[in-house]
């Protein structure tokens, strides 16, 4: 009972403009979602929650990659479902399991085992990812409820200032899995005549 949030939550994703305005104005249109081996909540469709801003940086990161052309941020009215929530113990603890299940499985059949990298942020997050999804299969093998999102805070990037218990890029993201979560898109109302989230 405690895994259902009672609310709508407001989340912002970063994308190219084309694929945004199609979600906004196709009701029917289902998003795709993301499938790389080193999501960080394991595949879905990711979400700031409630942070407009940092979808945007976000977006100007992957434009400067070349990873997007023309970018655009779009916000979504999300009910998270049966939430698997990582700020709440027992889920970390849940999580802690289906790791060391699945490195037993690993080292079972002799495989090695996923890890995380890609600087001290760990933007690339295999392992994690592998978890999650380890973890969803086994759900699902069992015949048990899977869940409809997954919910994490991160610290990320450089310190806030000197001696800070904040870093530059910490934020909740949301993880849906479920596109019955998604209630609707919308574009991110302005705080003033240009619409500065609109386009990045």
């Keep these: 009972m405690y895994k259902h949030y009672p609310s709508l939550i407001l989340g912002f994703h970063a994308c190219e403009c084309a694929i945004g305005l199609e979600l906004i104005n196709k009701p029917r249109k289902v998003f795709q979602p993301s499938e790389n081996h080193y999501d ?64 037993k499985t690993c080292e079972k059949a002799k495989i090695e085992m996923p890890k995380n990298h890609g600087g001290p942020d760990n933007l690339l997050r295999t392992l994690d990812c592998a978890v999650f999804e380890y973890m969803h299969g086994q759900m699902e093998e069992k015949g048990d409820r899977q869940f409809d999102s997954v919910r994490g805070v991160f610290w990320e990037g450089h310190t806030l200032y000197p001696n800070a218990g904040f870093k530059e890029k910490n934020h909740i993201q949301i993880c849906i899995r479920n596109p019955n979560c998604i209630k609707g898109y919308f574009l991110p109302k302005p705080l003033n005549s240009s619409n500065k989230w609109a386009r990045v």
């Design 40 to 103: 960080w909540l394991g595949h879905g469709m990711y979400f700031w929650e409630n942070s407009p801003d940092r979808a945007a940086a976000f977006g100007k990161e992957l434009k400067k990659k070349e990873v997007l052309k023309d970018p655009i941020v779009i916000g979504a009215a999300i009910h998270l479902g049966c939430c698997f929530d990582l700020s709440d113990f027992q889920a970390l603890q849940c999580l802690k399991k289906h790791y060391e299940a699945l490195r």
